[in-house]
């Protein structure tokens, strides 16, 4: 079993930044892939992110590539998802996920899952 935590949502204004962080309880997450995952009022969840177990392998929605990164300390349990160029339409509640046989999670398919933060933008 897995808990994630996510931390470092809150609110930003457009163009703004912001850093969230998800740190795992077990100490093999260094071999999990990991993910980022949102969800807006109204709207299904849709992927953000995902990195590998090295980190050496990532994929972007096209939503936010170029603006988000995804980065992981496997000595600190942590995955980030640093945030720059925030738009109204990154609001959402963001999703940390783990999986520890996935190559990647674009598929949305994932074992374990955080509980969420919220990401406010406002213009």
């Known amino acids: 079993q897995v808990q994630l935590v996510e931390s470092g949502g809150g609110s930003a204004q457009t163009g703004g930044s912001l850093t969230l962080s998800c740190a795992a309880s077990r100490r093999t997450f260094s071999k999990y892939t990991m993910g980022w995952f949102r969800q807006a009022p109204g709207k299904e969840r849709e992927f953000v992110a995902t990195i590998n177990w090295s980190g050496s392998v990532t994929y972007y929605a096209d939503s936010v590539k170029g603006r988000f990164t995804i980065s992981r300390d496997n000595a600190k349990n942590t995955v980030f998802l640093q945030m720059n160029s925030l738009q109204p339409d990154d609001t959402a509640v963001y999703y940390c996920?783990?999986?520890?046989?996935?190559?990647?999670?674009?598929?949305?398919?994932?074992?374990?899952w955080g509980q969420g933060t919220q990401v406010t933008v406002s213009s």
């Open positions: 996920a783990a999986d520890p046989t996935a190559y990647d999670l674009r598929s949305g398919l994932a074992d374990y």
